[in-house]
């Protein structure tokens, strides 16, 4: 078995300190976060066999049918094992391993995220799992929804049937990690793969040009004597410590705005449940995860990044995942209708076409990083984002009111995407500095410790980068006022973010002080694109505004750095 060390060498660090690195540099963290999945299933290995007994040998089994799923058919596996709700589920599995009392091997996540690779593989694999509601998710493909199975009954897996033990049974298939669509599913809108072109979503072009390098495209010099992922080629890992993923035991929303509902625990978010909107009535269903869009030419089936060393890679398909609790950190999942689906299709195409006609370099990091489109329920005209931190490639949101913020929102959680991945191979924040102060944000409400305000200030760098491009752009003088506004915003808010965390640099490490500063200087750099005077105060009178009124709510006792 031979092992890789992900290195990222000082000039690709600098590209993505600058807000850049492209599409290749997004393959290559994405890469990296596969391989990161593969040490959290060896890290559950290896903590079952602590246990012993009849845990170690459910577990065990579990893992023979992942590698035999990835033997049989690894492009399929690799993407079951990248899709996003799948980290946390393999945290909440290592983390409930270390309990007294675990529960029975088939109520982890881990069984849903075996029986979603032996479906996507077309194995004829046995696997048992626990209704978490009235039917059972599985991570990447899609929920069954089995009426009348009570919560904590067997759901078991054969040959391509999930069967409830009070007697109902779905077929089930996945359009979204490469597994058969039944015949005549088009016709009844149960989301085919070649579906969304009739939305318009099939404007994938971003893809062109977006084929993988392999593996030895990546840098090659390792930064300093940061932690480097150590990625194998298969699910029979190298041995990791307990303690490297330790640190993932706790979901972060690592989103600017992270008004999302979370979990208390990645345990508790790992947890799968059909929730009470999707349980309906009647028959038993299979619902499967839709396509928002794809990339032309097909180039093998939809949903991730391919083969098992990165080699061969086709451009992904990005999926609508609408039905997994664990995808939108426990927020409640609705069922979305055709029309629906469509109007999220058109959305996106829309957005990546205005990508790839403005913003080339982020549209090549769009195409190349995302993976799943996570929807909430509207609020009030209101919109939301957010990512976290073992979610790789998922976004979390409400439906952009237009092509314009649906293409921001995609850019704006690309970048804390990128930028989970670089600090889970390089350390840039200090951990053993002592307490952690609270800092003022430009953008937040609430104070925000070192790593929420580097989070923020990485967005928000690429945010008005992208404002910026839209401004002079722009034809209609009230569009273009609008968008010097926002660019000079946020260029001022993320000047001053990165202001305060160079005036804290003892939270920063020696990389973490050079990323910063890489960084500041290209906030200078855009601070310096001449923007109208009434802009420049306006977006200083929101700022003035928004300080006002964070003081004003502030909770003294937190005392917050400023």
């Not at 089936?301 to 999926?319: H, I, K, T, Y």
């Not at 996106?348 to 329920?377: Q, S, T």
């Amino acid at each position: 078995m031979t092992l890789r060390a992900f290195r990222l060498d000082v000039s690709l660090l600098e590209a993505l300190a600058r807000g850049g690195g492209g599409a290749g540099a997004l393959r290559l963290l994405g890469d990296a976060e596969y391989g990161r999945r593969l040490l959290l299933l060896r890290a559950v290995l290896d903590r079952a066999r602590e246990r012993g007994g009849a845990v170690a040998a459910e577990v065990a089994d579990l893992f023979a049918v992942l590698a035999q799923a990835r033997r049989a058919a690894p492009e399929a596996t690799r993407r079951v094992l990248a899709h996003p709700s799948v980290g946390p589920r393999l945290v909440a599995t290592w983390q409930a391993l270390g309990d007294p009392d675990p529960g029975p091997v088939a109520a982890l996540p881990l069984a849903e995220v075996t029986a979603s690779a032996a479906l996507a593989a077309g194995l004829p694999a046995e696997v048992t799992l626990t209704a978490q509601g009235p039917g059972a998710v599985l991570p990447g493909l899609g929920a069954a929804v089995l009426p009348d199975t009570p919560p904590g009954s067997p759901v078991r897996l054969r040959a391509g049937v999930l069967e409830a033990e009070g007697g109902g049974s779905v077929r089930v298939w996945g359009v979204g990690a490469g597994g058969r669509t039944p015949p005549g599913a088009e016709a009844r809108g149960e989301a085919a793969a070649g579906a969304e072109a009739r939305g318009g979503a099939a404007a994938g072009a971003e893809a062109r040009g977006e084929t993988a390098a392999g593996p030895e495209a990546q840098a090659k010099a390792p930064v300093g004597a940061e932690a480097q992922a150590k990625a194998p080629a298969g699910a029979e890992v190298a041995q990791t410590r307990a303690a490297d993923i330790a640190q993932a035991q706790t979901e972060v929303a690592v989103g600017a705005e992270a008004q999302l509902p979370t979990a208390t625990s990645a345990r508790a978010q790992g947890r799968a449940s059909v929730g009470a909107d999707l349980q309906g009535e009647g028959e038993a269903r299979w619902w499967a995860l839709r396509v928002v869009w794809a990339p032309r030419g097909g180039g093998g089936p939809p949903g991730g990044l391919g083969g098992p060393d990165g080699a061969g890679r086709s451009a992904s398909a990005v999926l609508l995942d609408d039905v997994d609790p664990v995808a939108a950190a426990g927020a409640p999942r609705v069922r979305l209708g055709d029309g629906e689906v469509r109007a999220w299709q058109a959305g996106a195409a829309a957005a990546l076409r205005l990508l790839r006609m403005r913003h080339p370099g982020y549209a090549g990091e769009v195409a190349a990083g995302l993976r799943a489109l996570v929807p909430l329920p509207a609020d009030a005209g209101a919109h939301r984002s957010g990512s976290a931190a073992e979610r790789f490639g998922g976004v979390t949101l409400t439906r952009p009111a237009s092509p314009l913020t649906f293409a921001e929102t995609l850019v704006h959680e690309t970048q804390h995407s990128k930028l989970v991945a670089v600090m889970h191979l390089v350390d840039l924040l200090d951990t053993d500095a002592g307490e952690q102060p609270l800092l003022y944000a430009p953008w937040r409400d609430d104070p925000r410790p070192p790593a929420g305000l580097l989070h923020g200030t990485y967005a928000f760098l690429s945010v008005a980068r992208f404002w910026s491009v839209e401004a002079g752009a722009a034809r209609d003088p009230e569009r273009r006022y609008d968008a010097q506004v926002r660019c000079a915003r946020w260029r001022e808010a993320a000047a001053e973010a990165a202001g305060t965390l160079l005036a804290h640099a003892d939270v920063l490490t020696g990389t973490g002080r050079r990323f910063v500063t890489v960084m500041d200087a290209a906030l200078a750099g855009l601070r310096r694109v001449p923007l109208p005077a009434a802009a420049v105060r306006e977006a200083r009178r929101q700022a003035e505004e928004h300080r006002t009124r964070w003081w004003a709510s502030l909770d003294r006792t937190t005392s917050p750095r400023v």
